[in-house]
């Protein structure tokens, strides 16, 4: 699977979006997103705990570009293997997570 930094999602993203609208999939708890999310233009937000992605597969498009995320990286590369062990395409894991992308890209996202 391929790692992308947070510096490196836009070009991911324009990359991505010739192949359908780009998912990112944010697989920490639903009370971390609310204390520190993104919302890239040109591409959805879908948040998904790690534990429920196996009951929730069906919910994703094999297809569609992901780019899954977490705290720092972990959970979301587990994610991401996951998801091409089970036959999707076109998946990326944003490396260091939600707090790389607080130092690299958005300083106004909280560090937590």
């Not at 790389?100 to 958005?106: C, E, L, R």
Request: with cysteine.
């Amino acid at each position: 699977m391929q790692q992308i930094s947070p510096a490196q999602f836009n070009d991911w993203l324009t990359t991505a979006t010739t192949h359908g609208q780009p998912l990112v999939l944010d697989v920490r708890e639903t009370w971390e997103c609310e204390l520190a999310s993104i919302a890239p233009a040109g591409c959805e937000v879908q948040i998904m705990p790690m534990q429920s992605v196996p009951n929730r597969l069906v919910e994703l498009n094999k297809n569609r570009p992901i780019a899954c995320l977490c705290h720092h990286g972990s959970r979301s590369m587990q994610v991401a293997s996951f998801l091409e062990n089970h036959g999707f395409q076109n998946i990326v894991n944003i490396s260091g997570g939600i707090n790389a992308w607080s130092n690299q890209v958005d300083a106004s996202i909280p560090v937590y």
